[in-house]
């Protein structure tokens, strides 16, 4: 009995223990599977819904947004688990759902990358991606990144996790890296070496400063050294060590006062001595916090008794050693030569005993001059700067060797002068001259020594086109004075700029032009030149009767144009011959009448619609004047049309049968008119026709009424 109830206990306890075991058996599997976590893409299969048969990622807060439903939280579900609440949300609004299935497609971690970083930001990674690919995905390190440093912060996580990335990179221990899971935050601090100013800078100008790390046991060694900076202390350094480190001293260094200072304890060092002897001895034992400076070498000044001075416009002035042989150009090859900036037309030599020579070194290159100055010992060569090329300034040329030139050129100023030059080189040395600038009436001024003064005009423009000889262009001598004019603004525009003309330059044009006003005329332009610089004849213009006023002369006359006759025939000889001074008037067209002379014109009197005064010429007929006058109005007797002749026959009438010319059109008919004759057109009521009708109608009221007086 006992052994039956010990045989039933053990296998109850035995199934106990196979249910525990199932329990954590089943545990273990299902924290086995994978779980969702952010960043993670999932796999919707739901045929016949496009908007759900794609991928899903699991965004930052773990959920899933999906259509109709909304967001969905599936961090930390495993796939099956996944799939059963995403059919449990679909199903409130989807019905047929029999082919869902939910796959975790990949898996990812969201992690973020901060500090200094080329993209800093949230970067997704693959599953069982490390710290260098997370720094890489978010635009790699930035110059200046303290690699040792870094910081790796998770919530999970009570405190900050720092780790040593620069031993990675050494060493290629991946176990000095930390696992990333998902949002993960890493971190990659700045160097305190880069300042507390965020600028670009180079970092292999950063390593030039120095390698010290702390301030207080670094090696500073500044002055005349390439490479001044901060440098890690070394027991085994000495001071050359310490100077090769900073780059070596520069050309300009003192060496023999190289100061040290080490312990607080000042001293000198002179490298010269030691590079000479090369007893160690010599050398400094430096220790933590020595600083050393390389000062400039102080300038000495040179004198002797073969010592020549080079200044102004040389690339070495200074002094130099001279001996008995050594002329003025080796003086000036020694001291690099002339600049750009050098005026080496008035190069001075000033000698010893105080007195000044000047001599012209572009003359000597030219071959004008032969002889070269003598240089003695303590001569100084002074070569001065060009006046052109700095602020302008009167001081800079004497009077006496200055030629001026104002107005409209480009640079207007004072130049110095040289007589080899003409009045175009001057001209080309001041810019040329403006677009608005007369060419051809540039004034040359000259003085002489009493301040007596005259004037000399030159015409550039025919000198341009070859009318004038180079023995016409004015010579320029020091102390001239040459004004560039301008030439006068549209007179329809400005004509407060017409005092800047002389009349004896003017044409005056007048009338019916689209510009009216006084012009500046050239003789070598003619009248087509001159009607056009006015913009022609206006809408208005009587073209046939230009008047020109010419007043060039001793008495002006007038000269009549007929520019439309011009125009049909292109005539040459029919333009009159205009000089300045010249007046061109055009008239209207619709004039007064009054203001037409009857020898040029016709009158049409009588029943027309438009009688009046006509402009006739012979080119025409009486069809045209008629034409011209409305033609015969409905009172008019066409019949009987008079012509009265005053221009060839005095006192000699004609008559025109209008109604028999329209029935033959014989031109024969038509009778001769000239300017200065009359045309009348009567009524009806002055025909014999229409009297003999108006004795008859008379006839009969006067029968009528006796008639009646009778019966009475």
Same mark, same amino acid.
């Given at each position: $009995?006992?052994?039956?109830?010990?045989?039933?206990?053990?296998?109850?306890?035995?199934?106990?223990?196979?249910?525990?075991?199932?329990?954590?058996?089943?545990?273990?599997?299902?924290?086995?599977?994978?779980?969702?976590?952010?960043?993670?893409?999932?796999?919707?299969?739901?045929?016949?819904?496009?908007?759900?048969?794609?991928?899903?990622?699991?965004?930052? *807060?773990?959920?899933?947004?999906?259509?109709?439903?909304?967001?969905?939280?599936?961090?930390?579900?495993?796939?099956?688990? $996944?799939?059963?609440?995403?059919?449990?949300?679909?199903?409130?609004? =989807?019905?047929?759902?029999?082919?869902?299935?939910?796959?975790?497609?990949?898996?990812?971690?969201?992690?973020?990358?901060?500090?200094?970083?080329?993209?800093?930001?949230?970067?997704?990674?693959?599953?069982?991606?490390?710290?260098? !690919? +997370?720094?890489?995905?978010?635009?790699?390190?930035?110059?200046?990144?303290?690699?040792?440093? !870094?910081?790796?912060?998770?919530? /999970?996580?009570?405190?900050?996790?720092?780790?040593?990335?620069?031993?990675?990179?050494?060493?290629?221990?991946? /176990?000095?890296?930390?696992?990333?899971?998902?949002?993960?935050?890493?971190?990659?601090?700045?160097?305190?070496?880069? @300042?507390?100013?965020?600028?670009?800078?180079?970092?292999?100008?950063?390593?030039?400063?120095?390698?010290?790390?702390?301030?207080?046991?670094?090696?500073?060694?500044?002055?005349?050294?390439?490479?001044?900076?901060?440098?890690?202390?070394?027991?085994?350094?000495?001071?050359?060590?310490?100077?090769?480190?900073?780059?070596?001293?520069?050309?300009?260094?003192?060496?023999?006062?190289?100061?040290?200072?080490?312990?607080?304890?000042?001293?000198?060092?002179?490298?010269?001595?030691?590079?000479?002897? @090369?007893?160690?001895?010599?050398?400094?034992?430096? /220790?933590?916090?020595?600083?050393?400076?390389?000062?400039?070498?102080?300038?000495?000044?040179?004198?002797?008794?073969?010592?020549?001075?080079?200044?102004?416009?040389?690339?070495?002035?200074?002094?130099?050693?001279? *001996?008995?042989?050594?002329?003025?150009?080796?003086?000036?090859?020694?001291?690099?030569?002339?600049?750009?900036?050098?005026?080496? &037309?008035?190069?001075?030599?000033?000698?010893?005993?105080?007195?000044?020579?000047?001599?012209?070194?572009?003359?000597?290159?030219?071959?004008?001059?032969?002889?070269?100055?003598?240089?003695?010992?303590?001569?100084?060569?002074?070569?001065?700067?060009?006046?052109?090329? *700095?602020?302008?300034?009167?001081?800079?040329?004497?009077?006496?060797?200055?030629?001026?030139?104002?107005?409209?050129?480009?640079?207007?100023?004072?130049?110095?002068?040289?007589?080899? !030059?003409?009045?175009?080189?001057?001209?080309?040395?001041?810019?040329?001259?403006?677009?608005?600038?007369?060419?051809?009436?540039?004034?040359?001024?000259?003085?002489?020594?009493?301040? #007596?003064?005259?004037?000399?005009?030159?015409?550039?423009?025919?000198?341009?086109?070859?009318?004038?000889?180079?023995?016409? $262009?004015?010579?320029?001598?020091?102390?001239?004075?040459?004004?560039?004019?301008?030439?006068?603004?549209?007179?329809?525009? #400005?004509?407060?700029?017409?005092?800047?003309?002389?009349?004896?330059?003017?044409?005056?044009?007048?009338?019916?032009?689209?510009?009216?006003?006084?012009?500046?005329?050239?003789?070598?332009?003619?009248?087509?030149?001159?009607?056009?610089?006015?913009?022609?004849?206006?809408?208005?213009?009587?073209?046939? #009767?230009?008047?020109?006023?010419?007043?060039?002369?001793?008495?002006?006359?007038?000269?009549?144009?007929?520019? @439309?006759?011009?125009?049909?025939?292109?005539?040459?000889?029919?333009?009159?011959?205009?000089?300045?001074?010249?007046?061109?008037?055009?008239?209207?067209?619709?004039?007064?009448?009054?203001?037409?002379?009857?020898?040029?014109?016709?009158?049409?009197?009588?029943?027309?619609?438009?009688?009046?005064? =006509?402009?006739?010429?012979?080119? !025409?007929?009486?069809?045209?004047?008629?034409?011209?006058?409305?033609?015969?109005?409905?009172?008019?007797?066409?019949?009987?049309?008079?012509?009265?002749?005053?221009?060839?026959?005095?006192?000699?009438?004609?008559?025109?049968?209008?109604?028999?010319?329209?029935?033959?059109?014989?031109?024969? $008919?038509?009778?001769?008119?000239?300017?200065?004759?009359?045309? =009348?057109?009567?009524?009806?009521?002055?025909?014999?026709?229409?009297? +003999? &009708?108006?004795?008859?109608?008379?006839?009969?009221?006067?029968?009528?009424?006796?008639?009646?007086?009778?019966?009475?």
């Amino acid at each position: $009995m006992k052994f039956y109830k010990l045989c039933k206990f053990i296998v109850a306890a035995w199934m106990l223990f196979g249910f525990v075991m199932s329990i954590v058996f089943s545990a273990q599997a299902q924290a086995a599977k994978p779980q969702v976590q952010a960043g993670d893409v999932v796999r919707i299969i739901l045929p016949g819904e496009a908007s759900l048969d794609k991928n899903f990622e699991v965004g930052r *807060n773990g959920r899933l947004i999906l259509p109709e439903v909304g967001p969905i939280m599936v961090s930390g579900f495993t796939e099956a688990q $996944m799939q059963e609440k995403i059919k449990r949300e679909l199903s409130k609004a =989807y019905r047929d759902l029999a082919g869902l299935k939910v796959l975790l497609e990949e898996r990812r971690i969201r992690i973020s990358v901060l500090g200094f970083v080329g993209q800093p930001g949230e970067v997704v990674l693959a599953q069982g991606s490390g710290v260098q !690919m +997370a720094i890489q995905a978010a635009g790699g390190l930035r110059s200046g990144a303290q690699l040792d440093r !870094m910081q790796l912060r998770r919530d /999970s996580l009570d405190e900050t996790q720092v780790f040593n990335y620069k031993r990675y990179l050494d060493s290629g221990d991946l /176990s000095v890296l930390p696992e990333l899971e998902s949002l993960d935050v890493l971190f990659v601090p700045a160097s305190p070496k880069i @300042g507390n100013v965020a600028v670009d800078f180079d970092p292999k100008a950063l390593n030039d400063k120095g390698d010290a790390a702390e301030d207080r046991t670094a090696v500073k060694v500044f002055g005349e050294v390439y490479n001044p900076g901060s440098f890690s202390f070394k027991e085994s350094a000495s001071l050359v060590d310490m100077l090769m480190r900073a780059g070596g001293v520069t050309r300009y260094a003192s060496v023999e006062q190289i100061r040290v200072i080490i312990n607080g304890e000042p001293q000198l060092f002179n490298l010269k001595r030691y590079l000479d002897t @090369g007893d160690s001895k010599l050398l400094p034992s430096l /220790s933590a916090g020595t600083t050393i400076f390389v000062p400039k070498q102080e300038e000495e000044i040179k004198a002797g008794a073969n010592t020549v001075y080079v200044m102004g416009e040389v690339f070495k002035p200074g002094a130099y050693e001279g *001996n008995k042989s050594a002329g003025f150009l080796d003086v000036l090859a020694n001291s690099g030569g002339p600049t750009r900036f050098a005026e080496t &037309r008035q190069i001075r030599v000033i000698r010893s005993n105080g007195s000044v020579e000047r001599f012209d070194l572009q003359s000597f290159t030219e071959g004008r001059i032969a002889q070269l100055p003598e240089i003695s010992a303590g001569d100084a060569i002074f070569i001065p700067e060009k006046t052109d090329l *700095n602020e302008k300034s009167w001081t800079k040329v004497s009077p006496n060797r200055a030629v001026k030139v104002m107005g409209e050129v480009n640079r207007p100023g004072r130049f110095e002068w040289a007589n080899e !030059m003409n009045l175009m080189d001057l001209l080309a040395h001041a810019g040329g001259p403006k677009p608005n600038a007369d060419m051809a009436k540039i004034t040359v001024l000259f003085s002489d020594a009493n301040g #007596n003064t005259r004037s000399v005009n030159f015409d550039l423009n025919a000198y341009l086109n070859g009318e004038i000889s180079n023995n016409s $262009m004015p010579r320029i001598v020091a102390g001239t004075t040459i004004m560039v004019p301008q030439l006068p603004d549209d007179p329809s525009d #400005n004509k407060s700029q017409w005092v800047r003309q002389r009349s004896e330059d003017s044409i005056y044009v007048f009338g019916q032009v689209v510009a009216p006003g006084r012009y500046r005329f050239d003789p070598s332009m003619h009248f087509l030149d001159i009607l056009a610089a006015a913009d022609g004849p206006a809408e208005q213009a009587d073209i046939s #009767n230009v008047r020109i006023s010419h007043r060039n002369g001793k008495h002006s006359r007038v000269s009549k144009l007929d520019l @439309g006759l011009y125009f049909e025939t292109g005539d040459e000889s029919l333009l009159p011959q205009v000089v300045p001074g010249d007046s061109i008037y055009i008239p209207e067209k619709d004039r007064n009448w009054l203001s037409e002379k009857k020898e040029r014109t016709v009158r049409v009197l009588g029943s027309v619609n438009k009688p009046g005064r =006509y402009r006739f010429n012979d080119d !025409m007929t009486l069809l045209d004047l008629l034409a011209e006058a409305g033609g015969v109005d409905n009172d008019g007797f066409p019949e009987k049309i008079t012509v009265v002749n005053l221009s060839c026959c005095k006192d000699q009438a004609r008559t025109f049968n209008l109604l028999e010319f329209s029935k033959t059109g014989d031109f024969g $008919m038509l009778p001769v008119i000239r300017a200065g004759d009359t045309v =009348y057109i009567p009524s009806r009521e002055e025909s014999g026709w229409h009297k +003999a &009708r108006q004795g008859m109608e008379d006839v009969f009221r006067i029968v009528t009424i006796s008639a009646l007086l009778g019966f009475l």
